[in-house]
C-alpha cells in the first residue's frame, strides 16, 4: 500500500510542481526516481496538449455536424 507521502508526492507531479522544490521536500528520493517523476510530468503535460487537442477537434466537428445538418435541413425535397 502506498504511504501518504508517496501519494502527496504523485499528486504534486501531477499538478506539475517544481522538481527542485519537491527534492527538497523528499530528500530520500534517488536520481532515478527523480528522473522518473521528471519524465511523468513530461508525459502529463503530453497528456493535456493532447486532450486540449482533441477538445478542438471534438468542437471542430460538432460545428461541422451542425452545419450540414442546417444545410440538409434547408435544401428543398425532390
Not at 530520500?28 to 526516481?33: R, S, V
Not at 502529463?44 to 444545410?71: C, P
Amino acid at each position: 500500500m502506498a504511504s501518504p507521502n508517496t501519494l502527496q508526492l504523485l499528486m504534486r507531479l501531477r499538478r506539475g510542481d517544481d522538481l527542485a522544490a519537491m527534492s527538497k521536500d523528499y530528500p530520500e528520493l534517488t536520481a532515478e526516481q527523480l528522473d522518473l517523476a521528471r519524465h511523468l510530468q513530461d508525459r502529463e503535460s503530453e497528456l493535456h496538449r493532447l486532450y486540449q487537442d482533441m477538445q478542438r477537434v471534438e468542437s471542430s466537428k460538432l460545428q461541422l455536424e451542425r452545419e450540414l445538418t442546417h444545410s440538409l435541413l434547408n435544401q428543398p425535397l425532390g
